[in-house]
Protein backbone atom coordinates (compact mmCIF):
# COMPACT_ATOMS: atom_id res chain seq x y z
CA UNK A 1 0.00 0.00 0.00
CA UNK A 2 1.28 3.54 -0.44
CA UNK A 3 1.59 6.61 1.65
CA UNK A 4 -1.64 7.75 0.52
CA UNK A 5 -3.22 4.48 2.14
CA UNK A 6 -2.30 6.14 5.50
CA UNK A 7 -4.59 9.31 4.84
CA UNK A 8 -7.17 8.72 7.40
CA UNK A 9 -4.41 8.68 10.31
CA UNK A 10 -1.92 10.51 8.39
CA UNK A 11 -4.16 13.36 7.38
CA UNK A 12 -4.13 14.63 11.20
CA UNK A 13 -3.02 17.89 10.51
CA UNK A 14 -3.24 18.50 14.62
CA UNK A 15 -0.45 15.93 14.58
CA UNK A 16 3.31 16.01 14.16
CA UNK A 17 2.54 17.91 11.15
CA UNK A 18 1.30 21.08 12.44
CA UNK A 19 3.90 20.75 15.60
CA UNK A 20 6.86 20.77 13.21
CA UNK A 21 5.46 22.59 10.48
CA UNK A 22 4.74 20.53 8.01
CA UNK A 23 1.27 21.28 6.11
CA UNK A 24 1.14 18.28 4.27
CA UNK A 25 -0.68 15.33 6.59
CA UNK A 26 -1.45 12.71 4.35
CA UNK A 27 2.35 12.77 3.44
CA UNK A 28 0.94 12.92 -0.06
CA UNK A 29 3.26 15.83 -1.97
CA UNK A 30 1.86 16.87 -5.21
CA UNK A 31 3.39 19.96 -7.24
CA UNK A 32 0.31 21.09 -8.18
CA UNK A 33 2.30 23.97 -9.86
CA UNK A 34 1.19 23.09 -13.27
CA UNK A 35 -2.27 21.90 -12.14
CA UNK A 36 -5.02 20.98 -15.00
CA UNK A 37 -2.97 22.51 -17.50
CA UNK A 38 -2.49 19.39 -19.37
CA UNK A 39 -6.30 19.74 -20.49
CA UNK A 40 -6.62 23.30 -20.93
CA UNK A 41 -3.57 24.90 -21.00
CA UNK A 42 -4.25 28.32 -21.25
CA UNK A 43 -2.79 29.29 -24.88
CA UNK A 44 0.14 31.74 -25.53
CA UNK A 45 -2.00 35.49 -26.62
CA UNK A 46 -5.37 33.95 -25.64
CA UNK A 47 -5.48 37.49 -23.50
CA UNK A 48 -5.11 36.68 -19.49
CA UNK A 49 -8.74 37.42 -18.35
CA UNK A 50 -9.89 34.35 -21.12
CA UNK A 51 -7.33 32.20 -19.97
CA UNK A 52 -7.98 33.12 -16.29
CA UNK A 53 -11.53 32.42 -16.96
CA UNK A 54 -11.20 28.88 -18.71
CA UNK A 55 -8.63 28.07 -15.88
CA UNK A 56 -11.20 29.02 -13.70
CA UNK A 57 -14.27 27.37 -15.27
CA UNK A 58 -11.55 23.92 -15.53
CA UNK A 59 -11.30 24.01 -11.64
CA UNK A 60 -15.29 24.47 -10.83
CA UNK A 61 -16.76 22.81 -13.81
CA UNK A 62 -14.14 19.62 -15.15
CA UNK A 63 -15.85 17.02 -12.45
CA UNK A 64 -19.48 18.34 -13.25
CA UNK A 65 -19.26 18.17 -17.34
CA UNK A 66 -17.32 14.92 -17.02
CA UNK A 67 -19.85 13.26 -14.47
CA UNK A 68 -22.67 14.67 -16.55
CA UNK A 69 -21.17 13.24 -19.48
CA UNK A 70 -20.25 9.90 -17.63
CA UNK A 71 -24.07 10.06 -16.46
CA UNK A 72 -25.37 10.28 -20.58
CA UNK A 73 -23.06 8.30 -22.61
CA UNK A 74 -22.10 5.79 -19.98
CA UNK A 75 -18.55 5.61 -21.15
CA UNK A 76 -15.71 7.21 -18.88
CA UNK A 77 -13.18 7.48 -21.41
CA UNK A 78 -15.29 9.33 -23.74
CA UNK A 79 -16.72 11.47 -21.20
CA UNK A 80 -12.92 12.11 -20.11
CA UNK A 81 -12.14 12.86 -23.50
CA UNK A 82 -15.08 15.00 -24.81
CA UNK A 83 -14.65 17.20 -21.56
CA UNK A 84 -10.82 18.18 -22.57
CA UNK A 85 -12.05 18.34 -25.98
CA UNK A 86 -14.51 21.14 -24.54
CA UNK A 87 -12.19 23.23 -22.97
CA UNK A 88 -9.52 22.96 -26.01
CA UNK A 89 -12.83 24.66 -27.54
CA UNK A 90 -13.13 27.30 -25.08
CA UNK A 91 -9.53 28.24 -25.23
CA UNK A 92 -10.12 28.87 -29.24
CA UNK A 93 -13.38 30.33 -29.02
CA UNK A 94 -14.05 32.61 -25.45
CA UNK A 95 -11.22 34.68 -26.95
CA UNK A 96 -13.03 35.37 -30.03
CA UNK A 97 -16.44 34.85 -28.85
CA UNK A 98 -16.51 36.07 -25.26
CA UNK A 99 -16.94 34.41 -21.88
CA UNK A 100 -20.12 32.72 -21.76
CA UNK A 101 -23.15 33.51 -19.18
CA UNK A 102 -22.76 30.26 -18.12
CA UNK A 103 -19.76 28.64 -18.74
CA UNK A 104 -20.62 25.14 -17.00
CA UNK A 105 -23.61 24.69 -19.61
CA UNK A 106 -21.22 25.71 -22.90
CA UNK A 107 -18.79 23.27 -21.57
CA UNK A 108 -21.05 20.52 -21.17
CA UNK A 109 -23.49 21.11 -24.47
CA UNK A 110 -19.81 21.13 -25.83
CA UNK A 111 -18.60 18.07 -24.52
CA UNK A 112 -21.56 16.53 -25.53
CA UNK A 113 -21.15 17.37 -29.12
CA UNK A 114 -17.90 16.37 -29.48
CA UNK A 115 -18.71 13.20 -27.97
CA UNK A 116 -21.28 12.40 -30.43
CA UNK A 117 -18.39 13.74 -33.00
CA UNK A 118 -16.43 11.06 -31.57
CA UNK A 119 -19.20 8.18 -31.83
CA UNK A 120 -19.88 8.50 -35.38
CA UNK A 121 -15.99 8.69 -35.89
CA UNK A 122 -15.79 5.22 -34.36
CA UNK A 123 -19.33 4.12 -35.84
CA UNK A 124 -21.11 3.77 -32.75
CA UNK A 125 -24.74 1.54 -33.39
CA UNK A 126 -27.33 4.05 -35.03
CA UNK A 127 -29.61 3.37 -31.89
CA UNK A 128 -27.29 4.46 -29.46
CA UNK A 129 -26.75 7.57 -31.51
CA UNK A 130 -29.90 8.73 -32.14
CA UNK A 131 -30.68 8.56 -28.62
CA UNK A 132 -27.55 10.21 -27.46
CA UNK A 133 -28.31 12.65 -30.48
CA UNK A 134 -32.03 13.15 -29.16
CA UNK A 135 -30.30 14.05 -25.35
CA UNK A 136 -27.60 16.39 -26.51
CA UNK A 137 -28.60 19.52 -26.56
CA UNK A 138 -28.44 22.26 -23.81
CA UNK A 139 -31.08 21.28 -20.90
CA UNK A 140 -32.00 17.87 -22.03
CA UNK A 141 -29.38 15.93 -20.68
CA UNK A 142 -29.71 12.16 -19.36
CA UNK A 143 -29.12 13.54 -16.29
CA UNK A 144 -32.05 14.56 -14.05
CA UNK A 145 -30.44 17.22 -12.29
CA UNK A 146 -27.48 18.65 -11.17
CA UNK A 147 -26.68 20.41 -14.14
CA UNK A 148 -23.72 22.94 -14.48
CA UNK A 149 -25.39 25.75 -15.32
CA UNK A 150 -28.07 25.05 -12.34
CA UNK A 151 -27.40 26.53 -8.89
CA UNK A 152 -27.21 24.28 -6.03
CA UNK A 153 -30.85 23.53 -5.82
CA UNK A 154 -32.77 22.32 -2.13
CA UNK A 155 -31.31 19.08 -0.47
CA UNK A 156 -33.51 16.58 -2.88
CA UNK A 157 -31.44 18.05 -6.25
CA UNK A 158 -28.31 18.20 -4.60
CA UNK A 159 -28.32 14.17 -2.94
CA UNK A 160 -29.29 13.76 -7.15
CA UNK A 161 -25.54 15.32 -7.61
CA UNK A 162 -23.87 13.89 -10.17
CA UNK A 163 -20.23 14.34 -8.69
CA UNK A 164 -21.63 12.35 -6.07
CA UNK A 165 -22.67 9.15 -8.31
CA UNK A 166 -19.78 9.56 -9.69
CA UNK A 167 -17.76 9.39 -6.03
CA UNK A 168 -19.69 6.57 -4.81
CA UNK A 169 -18.99 4.90 -8.04
CA UNK A 170 -15.34 5.41 -7.82
CA UNK A 171 -15.43 4.24 -4.24
CA UNK A 172 -17.57 1.04 -5.77
CA UNK A 173 -15.89 -1.79 -3.45
CA UNK A 174 -15.18 -4.53 -6.54
CA UNK A 175 -12.22 -1.68 -7.11
CA UNK A 176 -9.23 -1.69 -4.77
CA UNK A 177 -8.83 1.39 -2.58
CA UNK A 178 -5.64 3.18 -4.78
CA UNK A 179 -7.85 2.67 -7.82
CA UNK A 180 -11.09 4.25 -5.68
CA UNK A 181 -8.45 7.56 -4.83
CA UNK A 182 -7.15 7.27 -7.81
CA UNK A 183 -10.60 7.52 -10.32
CA UNK A 184 -11.78 10.22 -8.27
CA UNK A 185 -8.88 12.55 -8.41
CA UNK A 186 -8.62 11.96 -11.87
CA UNK A 187 -12.42 12.12 -13.03
CA UNK A 188 -13.80 14.61 -10.33
CA UNK A 189 -11.11 17.18 -9.65
CA UNK A 190 -9.11 16.90 -13.53
CA UNK A 191 -5.74 15.85 -11.72
CA UNK A 192 -3.30 15.14 -14.45
CA UNK A 193 -2.31 11.64 -13.76
CA UNK A 194 1.16 12.98 -13.39
CA UNK A 195 -0.32 15.19 -10.99
CA UNK A 196 -1.81 11.51 -9.24
CA UNK A 197 1.43 9.77 -9.64
CA UNK A 198 3.11 12.26 -7.50
CA UNK A 199 0.49 12.39 -4.92
CA UNK A 200 0.49 8.33 -4.41
CA UNK A 201 4.19 8.18 -4.74
CA UNK A 202 4.69 6.00 -7.61
CA UNK A 203 5.59 5.97 -11.53
CA UNK A 204 3.56 7.86 -13.74
CA UNK A 205 3.07 4.63 -15.98
CA UNK A 206 1.97 3.13 -12.84
CA UNK A 207 -0.82 5.05 -12.18
CA UNK A 208 -1.86 4.93 -15.80
CA UNK A 209 -2.18 2.06 -16.04
CA UNK A 210 -4.03 1.90 -12.52
CA UNK A 211 -6.81 4.32 -13.74
CA UNK A 212 -6.62 2.15 -16.93
CA UNK A 213 -7.24 -0.98 -15.26
CA UNK A 214 -9.92 0.91 -13.29
CA UNK A 215 -11.80 2.25 -15.93
CA UNK A 216 -11.65 -0.99 -17.90
CA UNK A 217 -12.85 -2.62 -14.79
CA UNK A 218 -15.96 -0.39 -14.54
CA UNK A 219 -16.65 -0.93 -18.23
CA UNK A 220 -16.22 -4.84 -18.60
CA UNK A 221 -17.93 -5.89 -15.23
CA UNK A 222 -20.52 -3.26 -15.29
CA UNK A 223 -20.36 -1.72 -12.34
CA UNK A 224 -23.51 0.88 -11.71
CA UNK A 225 -23.15 4.63 -11.80
CA UNK A 226 -24.75 5.25 -9.02
CA UNK A 227 -25.38 6.58 -5.52
CA UNK A 228 -26.13 2.62 -3.61
CA UNK A 229 -29.64 1.74 -2.23
CA UNK A 230 -29.73 2.82 1.33
CA UNK A 231 -28.96 -0.88 3.18
CA UNK A 232 -25.18 -0.38 1.47
CA UNK A 233 -24.71 3.12 2.01
CA UNK A 234 -22.90 3.03 5.34
CA UNK A 235 -20.44 0.25 4.09
CA UNK A 236 -19.88 2.59 1.08
CA UNK A 237 -19.72 5.37 2.97
CA UNK A 238 -16.75 4.58 4.84
CA UNK A 239 -14.53 4.23 1.31
CA UNK A 240 -16.31 7.77 -0.16
CA UNK A 241 -14.81 9.64 3.46
CA UNK A 242 -11.70 7.92 2.64
CA UNK A 243 -11.40 9.54 -0.76
CA UNK A 244 -12.80 13.04 0.54
CA UNK A 245 -10.57 13.41 2.76
CA UNK A 246 -7.50 12.66 0.81
CA UNK A 247 -9.02 15.64 -1.47
CA UNK A 248 -9.32 18.04 1.15
CA UNK A 249 -5.83 16.69 1.99
CA UNK A 250 -4.64 17.76 -1.54
CA UNK A 251 -5.60 20.81 -1.68
CA UNK A 252 -5.00 21.91 1.97
CA UNK A 253 -1.38 20.48 2.15
CA UNK A 254 -0.40 20.34 -1.67
CA UNK A 255 1.80 23.12 -1.16
CA UNK A 256 3.87 22.96 -4.23
CA UNK A 257 6.91 24.13 -4.92
CA UNK A 258 6.04 28.26 -5.47
CA UNK A 259 4.11 28.55 -1.76
CA UNK A 260 0.69 27.81 -3.55
CA UNK A 261 -2.16 25.66 -1.97
CA UNK A 262 -5.16 24.46 -3.92
CA UNK A 263 -8.28 25.81 -2.55
CA UNK A 264 -10.38 24.52 -5.37
CA UNK A 265 -9.36 21.04 -3.93
CA UNK A 266 -10.43 21.88 -0.09
CA UNK A 267 -13.79 23.87 -1.56
CA UNK A 268 -14.40 20.50 -3.20
CA UNK A 269 -13.61 18.14 -0.22
CA UNK A 270 -16.17 20.20 2.14
CA UNK A 271 -18.78 20.47 -0.69
CA UNK A 272 -18.42 16.57 -1.22
CA UNK A 273 -18.20 16.21 2.63
CA UNK A 274 -21.34 18.19 3.22
CA UNK A 275 -23.25 16.15 0.81
CA UNK A 276 -22.27 12.71 2.25
CA UNK A 277 -24.23 14.39 5.45
CA UNK A 278 -27.24 15.07 3.79
CA UNK A 279 -27.14 11.80 1.94
CA UNK A 280 -26.74 9.99 5.60
CA UNK A 281 -28.00 12.29 7.87
CA UNK A 282 -28.42 9.31 10.76
CA UNK A 283 -24.34 8.75 10.40
CA UNK A 284 -22.09 10.45 12.73
CA UNK A 285 -18.91 9.49 10.82
CA UNK A 286 -19.64 12.05 7.67
CA UNK A 287 -20.78 14.80 10.36
CA UNK A 288 -17.22 14.15 11.87
CA UNK A 289 -15.37 14.53 9.04
CA UNK A 290 -17.17 17.74 7.74
CA UNK A 291 -16.73 19.02 11.59
CA UNK A 292 -12.60 18.04 11.14
CA UNK A 293 -12.25 19.64 7.73
CA UNK A 294 -14.09 22.83 8.65
CA UNK A 295 -11.58 22.93 11.64
CA UNK A 296 -8.83 22.98 9.41
CA UNK A 297 -9.91 25.40 6.94
CA UNK A 298 -10.85 27.53 9.55
CA UNK A 299 -6.84 28.31 10.44
CA UNK A 300 -5.93 27.75 6.96
CA UNK A 301 -5.45 31.63 6.46
CA UNK A 302 -2.57 31.26 9.11
CA UNK A 303 -0.75 28.00 8.26
CA UNK A 304 1.35 29.85 5.82
CA UNK A 305 3.39 33.04 6.66
CA UNK A 306 2.95 36.09 3.84
CA UNK A 307 6.73 34.57 2.30
CA UNK A 308 5.10 31.43 1.63
CA UNK A 309 7.00 29.73 4.87
CA UNK A 310 5.33 27.16 7.07
CA UNK A 311 3.83 28.34 10.30
CA UNK A 312 3.36 25.17 12.49
CA UNK A 313 0.30 25.20 14.76
CA UNK A 314 2.24 27.21 18.44
CA UNK A 315 3.47 30.17 16.08
CA UNK A 316 -0.48 30.54 14.53
CA UNK A 317 -2.27 34.02 14.60
CA UNK A 318 -5.14 32.74 16.44
CA UNK A 319 -6.73 36.07 16.43
CA UNK A 320 -7.03 35.21 12.94
CA UNK A 321 -9.04 31.62 12.63
CA UNK A 322 -12.61 32.03 11.74
CA UNK A 323 -13.86 31.52 14.85
CA UNK A 324 -17.52 31.04 13.77
CA UNK A 325 -16.15 28.66 11.51
CA UNK A 326 -15.07 26.98 14.41
CA UNK A 327 -17.99 27.49 16.80
CA UNK A 328 -20.29 25.99 14.02
CA UNK A 329 -17.67 22.49 13.32
CA UNK A 330 -17.83 22.34 17.47
CA UNK A 331 -21.76 22.08 16.93
CA UNK A 332 -22.05 19.71 13.99
CA UNK A 333 -19.29 17.42 16.23
CA UNK A 334 -21.46 17.80 19.24
CA UNK A 335 -24.49 16.75 17.20
CA UNK A 336 -22.30 13.51 15.60
CA UNK A 337 -21.40 12.89 19.06
CA UNK A 338 -24.70 12.81 20.70
CA UNK A 339 -25.21 9.33 18.48
CA UNK A 340 -23.09 7.75 20.61
CA UNK A 341 -20.38 5.77 17.83
CA UNK A 342 -17.24 7.61 17.47
CA UNK A 343 -15.58 6.69 14.60
CA UNK A 344 -12.00 7.51 13.55
CA UNK A 345 -13.15 10.71 12.06
CA UNK A 346 -15.14 12.24 15.03
CA UNK A 347 -12.28 11.23 17.07
CA UNK A 348 -10.02 12.99 15.14
CA UNK A 349 -12.32 16.51 14.85
CA UNK A 350 -12.30 16.00 18.41
CA UNK A 351 -8.37 16.17 18.88
CA UNK A 352 -8.42 19.56 16.07
CA UNK A 353 -11.34 21.17 18.40
CA UNK A 354 -8.79 20.82 20.99
CA UNK A 355 -6.15 22.68 19.22
CA UNK A 356 -8.91 25.52 17.59
CA UNK A 357 -10.89 26.05 20.97
CA UNK A 358 -7.48 26.97 23.06
CA UNK A 359 -7.22 30.71 22.67
CA UNK A 360 -3.14 30.38 23.62
CA UNK A 361 -0.63 27.34 22.80
CA UNK A 362 -0.12 26.78 26.53
CA UNK A 363 -4.06 26.34 26.98
CA UNK A 364 -4.26 23.00 25.06
CA UNK A 365 -5.25 20.25 26.75
CA UNK A 366 -2.60 17.79 26.03
CA UNK A 367 -3.25 15.05 28.08
CA UNK A 368 -6.93 14.68 26.71
CA UNK A 369 -5.39 14.87 23.44
CA UNK A 370 -3.36 11.83 24.70
CA UNK A 371 -6.09 10.25 25.65
CA UNK A 372 -8.18 11.05 22.43
CA UNK A 373 -5.34 9.57 20.65
CA UNK A 374 -5.48 6.00 22.30
CA UNK A 375 -9.02 6.10 21.31
CA UNK A 376 -7.72 6.51 17.49
CA UNK A 377 -5.30 3.92 17.67
CA UNK A 378 -8.29 1.44 18.63
CA UNK A 379 -9.89 2.21 15.63
CA UNK A 380 -6.34 3.00 13.46
CA UNK A 381 -3.78 1.20 14.78
CA UNK A 382 -1.13 2.65 12.57
CA UNK A 383 2.62 3.87 12.83
CA UNK A 384 1.42 7.50 12.10
CA UNK A 385 -0.90 7.84 14.20
CA UNK A 386 1.06 6.84 17.18
CA UNK A 387 3.96 9.27 15.87
CA UNK A 388 0.84 11.78 16.33
CA UNK A 389 0.16 10.35 19.61
CA UNK A 390 3.85 10.21 20.76
CA UNK A 391 3.80 14.52 20.04
CA UNK A 392 0.97 14.87 22.12
CA UNK A 393 2.67 12.95 24.60
CA UNK A 394 6.18 15.08 24.46
CA UNK A 395 3.72 18.07 24.72
CA UNK A 396 2.04 16.51 27.89
CA UNK A 397 4.61 14.92 29.49
CA UNK A 398 7.87 16.78 28.21
CA UNK A 399 10.17 16.15 25.18
CA UNK A 400 11.67 13.09 26.60
CA UNK A 401 8.37 10.43 27.07
CA UNK A 402 7.58 11.51 23.80
CA UNK A 403 11.16 11.09 22.15
CA UNK A 404 10.94 7.51 23.74
CA UNK A 405 7.50 6.98 22.15
CA UNK A 406 9.02 8.52 18.70
CA UNK A 407 11.82 5.73 19.07
CA UNK A 408 9.34 2.66 19.79
CA UNK A 409 7.48 3.70 16.34
CA UNK A 410 10.33 4.42 14.28
CA UNK A 411 11.20 1.63 12.44
CA UNK A 412 7.59 1.11 10.92
CA UNK A 413 8.17 4.42 9.79
CA UNK A 414 11.41 4.43 7.50
CA UNK A 415 11.51 6.86 4.39
CA UNK A 416 8.26 8.81 6.20
CA UNK A 417 9.57 12.61 5.92
CA UNK A 418 7.60 13.75 9.20
CA UNK A 419 9.58 11.06 10.99
CA UNK A 420 13.03 13.21 11.24
CA UNK A 421 11.22 16.69 11.41
CA UNK A 422 9.28 15.23 14.36
CA UNK A 423 12.59 14.21 15.84
CA UNK A 424 14.30 17.50 15.04
CA UNK A 425 11.32 19.28 16.83
CA UNK A 426 11.50 17.22 20.44
CA UNK A 427 15.13 16.69 20.76
CA UNK A 428 14.83 20.81 19.93
CA UNK A 429 12.78 21.40 22.63
CA UNK A 430 14.96 18.94 24.65
CA UNK A 431 18.04 21.08 24.41
CA UNK A 432 19.66 18.57 22.36
CA UNK A 433 20.85 21.08 19.77
CA UNK A 434 23.73 18.98 17.52
CA UNK A 435 20.91 16.20 17.31
CA UNK A 436 18.31 18.32 16.53
CA UNK A 437 20.16 19.77 13.55
CA UNK A 438 21.45 16.50 12.39
CA UNK A 439 17.41 15.38 12.35
CA UNK A 440 16.38 19.07 10.36
CA UNK A 441 19.29 18.55 7.54
CA UNK A 442 17.29 14.91 7.24
CA UNK A 443 13.92 16.60 7.30
CA UNK A 444 15.42 19.00 4.70
CA UNK A 445 16.37 16.36 2.51
CA UNK A 446 12.97 15.10 2.53
CA UNK A 447 10.80 17.46 2.84
CA UNK A 448 8.22 18.03 0.18
CA UNK A 449 7.48 21.39 -1.06
CA UNK A 450 9.39 25.47 -0.03
CA UNK A 451 7.17 26.44 2.71
CA UNK A 452 8.22 23.02 4.58
CA UNK A 453 12.18 23.70 3.81
CA UNK A 454 11.61 27.17 4.47
CA UNK A 455 10.97 26.49 7.87
CA UNK A 456 13.16 24.02 8.49
CA UNK A 457 15.68 26.10 7.90
CA UNK A 458 14.48 28.61 9.75
CA UNK A 459 14.86 26.69 12.61
CA UNK A 460 18.29 24.59 11.84
CA UNK A 461 19.64 28.43 11.05
CA UNK A 462 18.49 29.49 14.84
CA UNK A 463 20.19 26.32 15.84
CA UNK A 464 23.43 26.35 13.90
CA UNK A 465 24.20 30.16 14.70
CA UNK A 466 23.14 30.33 18.29
CA UNK B 1 -28.21 5.92 -19.88
CA UNK B 2 -29.54 2.99 -17.43
CA UNK B 3 -32.96 2.41 -19.60
CA UNK B 4 -30.26 1.64 -22.47
CA UNK B 5 -27.45 -0.55 -20.79
CA UNK B 6 -27.79 -3.88 -22.13
CA UNK B 7 -28.12 -7.09 -19.44
CA UNK B 8 -24.44 -8.09 -18.53
CA UNK B 9 -23.59 -11.74 -18.86
CA UNK B 10 -21.31 -12.98 -16.00
CA UNK B 11 -19.66 -16.39 -15.58
CA UNK B 12 -19.50 -17.71 -11.53
CA UNK B 13 -17.57 -19.91 -10.53
CA UNK B 14 -17.94 -21.38 -7.35
CA UNK B 15 -15.21 -22.94 -5.33
CA UNK B 16 -14.81 -24.44 -1.93
CA UNK B 17 -13.03 -27.04 -0.47
CA UNK B 18 -14.23 -30.36 -1.73
CA UNK B 19 -14.40 -32.13 1.51
CA UNK B 20 -17.42 -29.82 2.06
CA UNK B 21 -19.64 -31.04 -0.72
CA UNK B 22 -21.89 -32.82 1.89
CA UNK B 23 -22.61 -28.82 3.36
CA UNK B 24 -24.86 -27.83 -0.40
CA UNK B 25 -26.05 -31.55 -0.94
CA UNK B 26 -27.92 -32.30 2.37
CA UNK B 27 -29.76 -30.53 4.95
CA UNK B 28 -29.57 -26.40 5.62
CA UNK B 29 -27.48 -26.89 2.67
CA UNK B 30 -29.62 -28.10 0.20
CA UNK B 31 -32.29 -26.07 1.36
CA UNK B 32 -30.45 -22.80 0.80
CA UNK B 33 -29.52 -24.09 -2.42
CA UNK B 34 -32.64 -24.93 -3.42
CA UNK B 35 -33.81 -21.36 -2.34
CA UNK B 36 -31.04 -19.96 -4.50
CA UNK B 37 -32.42 -21.67 -7.23
CA UNK B 38 -35.59 -20.45 -7.09
CA UNK B 39 -34.22 -16.84 -6.85
CA UNK B 40 -32.25 -16.93 -9.59
CA UNK B 41 -35.40 -18.91 -11.40
CA UNK B 42 -37.96 -15.86 -10.18
CA UNK B 43 -35.09 -13.46 -12.00
CA UNK B 44 -35.05 -14.98 -14.77
CA UNK B 45 -31.35 -14.65 -15.14
CA UNK B 46 -29.96 -17.94 -15.03
CA UNK B 47 -28.83 -19.30 -18.49
CA UNK B 48 -26.93 -22.19 -17.64
CA UNK B 49 -25.57 -23.85 -14.57
CA UNK B 50 -24.04 -27.04 -13.82
CA UNK B 51 -22.23 -29.37 -10.95
CA UNK B 52 -18.70 -30.88 -11.70
CA UNK B 53 -17.28 -34.09 -10.37
CA UNK B 54 -14.54 -33.82 -8.15
CA UNK B 55 -11.41 -32.62 -9.34
CA UNK B 56 -10.14 -36.23 -8.59
CA UNK B 57 -11.85 -36.78 -11.77
CA UNK B 58 -10.24 -34.21 -13.40
CA UNK B 59 -7.76 -34.17 -16.76
CA UNK B 60 -5.74 -31.32 -17.92
CA UNK B 61 -4.29 -31.22 -21.14
CA UNK B 62 -0.80 -29.05 -22.49
CA UNK B 63 0.90 -29.58 -26.21
CA UNK B 64 4.08 -28.29 -25.91
CA UNK B 65 6.86 -28.81 -28.87
CA UNK B 66 3.91 -30.01 -30.77
CA UNK B 67 3.33 -33.03 -28.30
CA UNK B 68 -0.09 -33.36 -26.18
CA UNK B 69 0.79 -33.87 -22.51
CA UNK B 70 -2.14 -34.95 -20.11
CA UNK B 71 -1.93 -34.80 -16.89
CA UNK B 72 -3.62 -36.36 -13.86
CA UNK B 73 -5.55 -33.42 -12.14
CA UNK B 74 -6.59 -30.25 -12.41
CA UNK B 75 -4.23 -27.08 -13.74
CA UNK B 76 -4.13 -26.12 -10.09
CA UNK B 77 -3.61 -28.01 -6.57
CA UNK B 78 -5.16 -26.51 -4.17
CA UNK B 79 -7.27 -26.90 -1.54
CA UNK B 80 -10.45 -25.43 -2.98
CA UNK B 81 -11.25 -26.18 -6.28
CA UNK B 82 -13.98 -25.26 -8.72
CA UNK B 83 -17.33 -27.63 -8.18
CA UNK B 84 -19.70 -25.78 -10.19
CA UNK B 85 -20.55 -22.92 -12.50
CA UNK B 86 -23.55 -20.53 -13.55
CA UNK B 87 -23.70 -18.57 -16.45
CA UNK B 88 -26.44 -15.05 -15.40
CA UNK B 89 -27.44 -12.38 -17.00
CA UNK B 90 -28.62 -9.87 -15.11
CA UNK B 91 -28.30 -5.78 -15.07
CA UNK B 92 -24.69 -4.78 -13.57
CA UNK B 93 -21.85 -6.08 -10.96
CA UNK B 94 -24.28 -5.25 -8.02
CA UNK B 95 -27.10 -7.57 -9.01
CA UNK B 96 -24.09 -9.97 -9.66
CA UNK B 97 -22.53 -9.78 -6.53
CA UNK B 98 -26.10 -10.21 -4.82
CA UNK B 99 -26.46 -13.50 -6.31
CA UNK B 100 -23.07 -15.08 -5.78
CA UNK B 101 -23.39 -14.33 -2.49
CA UNK B 102 -26.36 -16.34 -1.80
CA UNK B 103 -25.08 -19.28 -2.94
CA UNK B 104 -24.90 -21.63 -0.25
CA UNK B 105 -21.01 -22.31 -0.69
CA UNK B 106 -19.90 -18.50 -0.77
CA UNK B 107 -20.36 -19.42 3.29
CA UNK B 108 -17.29 -21.39 3.08
CA UNK B 109 -15.48 -20.92 0.07
CA UNK B 110 -15.74 -18.38 -3.04
CA UNK B 111 -17.40 -17.48 -6.09
CA UNK B 112 -15.65 -15.82 -8.64
CA UNK B 113 -17.26 -13.13 -10.70
CA UNK B 114 -16.47 -12.81 -14.27
CA UNK B 115 -17.54 -10.88 -16.93
CA UNK B 116 -18.34 -12.75 -20.28
CA UNK B 117 -17.44 -10.70 -23.35
Given at each position: ???????????????????????????????HANSAETNAAP????????????A??F???W?????????????????E??AA??FA??L??????????????????????????????????????????????????????????????????????????????????????????????R??TGLTTAEIAR?????E???A?????????????????????????????????????????????????????????????????????????????????????????????????????????????????????????????????????????????????????????????????????????????????????????????????????????????????????????????????????????????????????????????????? | ?????????????????????????????????????????????????????????????????????????????????????????????????????????????????????
Amino acid sequence: MEDVTQANGAGDHAGPADHVGQANGAGAHAGHANSAETNAAPAEGAGADVGAAVAAAFRDEWGRVVATLIAWAGDWDLAEESAADAFAAALETWPRDGVPDRPGAWLTTTARRRALDRLRRAKTGDAKLRLLAATAGEGSGGSPVGRPDEPPGGPRERLDDDRLRLLYTCCHPALAFEAQVALALRTLTGLTTAEIARAFLVPEATMAKRLVRAKGKIRAAAIPYRVPPPAELPERTNAVLGVVYLLFNEGYGATSGDGLTRPELTREGLRLAALVTELLPGEPEPLGLLALLRLHDARAATRTSMDGELVPLEEQDRGRWDRPAIAGAVALLQRALTRERPGPYQLQAMIAACHAVATRPEDTDWPRIVRLYDQLLEHQPTPVVRLNRAVAVAMADGPAAGLAQVDAVAAELVGYPLLPATRADLLRRAGDHAAAATQYRAALAAAGNDGERRYLARRLAELTSG
Amino acid sequence: MDTMSPPIRYLLLISADEEREPDIADGDGRRRFDAWMADLERRGVLRAHEGLHPSRTATTVRVRDGDVLRTDGPFMETKDQIGGFAVIECADLDEAVEIAAGHPAARFGQVEIRPLR
